[in-house]
């Protein structure tokens, strides 16, 4: 009995002494990774301490971002950035998100020189953001445009009525949460949506007229929801070049008196620890390797949730795809 209990004793020593080691070994790992980020980041520090052209990027769906209002506003203040390149490739987003963008990027227009350079696409809420810049840039198969906002919503009512469900609802008015797409749409929820639908489409198009200087039938022209290639969009007015991020830099020497020698930065629109995303993949891979399995997956799931949320759309939107046939 006592060779057991020694054994027993043994065994637990041994294992709090590895469940010690184990911790000391993922808390100097994530210190290593974090001094790394940090020196990385005074190592971009010091970049945007001297003179340079800053370059944003905007990609993909626009949805509301403070944190990217606040880099902008950022770059609006910032000293050694002297002029701002502006790469657009983008469908759109919300209507809200959109305009938000286009607000953080006109602040940074009226204290810098701003050119926006379209690469893929630069449509609908993507154009909206465009028209931030005081020179717009395309290649010429670049689509840009789709002036226009839209509503969707699925009407799942006769496939509720094939499985055999219905939905009931009590409502404190008709227009309240309708259309809910569990049943038709009435005519007053229906004019409803089209209320606010072609409101935000009059603040689009007031937009176009104001920023291009369109009016009358070159308005109508651009302002139907088409997109519209580079070649076609120069005839059009709705930009004013093109080219690439070389005739950015040509149109600012020329225009503006920026030195185009200067050394083209790219300024991150979120903080930089946020875009290392290894370190959530990395920690999580070391607890797990430590025997904090439950641990493992709260920072695996929290990176996973992040990039899930930035998935969802809600609300109006400026957005362009093109036609599903049916």
Known sequence: MSLDADHIVDRRRMRRKLTFWRVLAVVVAIVAIVAAAVAFGLRGFGETSRP????VTIRGVIRGDQERVEALRALSKQRNARAVIVHVDSPGGTTAGSEQLY???????????????????AASGGYIAAMAADHIIAQRTSLVGSVGVLFQYPNVADLMKTIGVQVETIRSTPLKAA????????PEARAALESIVMDSYAWFRGMVQDRRKLAGQDLDRVADGRVFTGRQAIDLKLIDEIGNEQSALDWLEKQKGVDPKLPVRDWRLAPRLSQLSFLHLGAAAMLDAAGLGSLAARFADTGAAQAFDRLNLDGLLALWHPPVAN
């Open 103 to 121: 607000d953080a990027l006109r602040r940074v227009s009226e204290s810098k020189p701003t050119v926006v350079v379209v690469d893929g696409m």
């Open 179 to 186: 259309p809910d797409g569990f049943g038709p749409t009435s």
């Open 52 to 55: 340079q052209i800053a370059r």
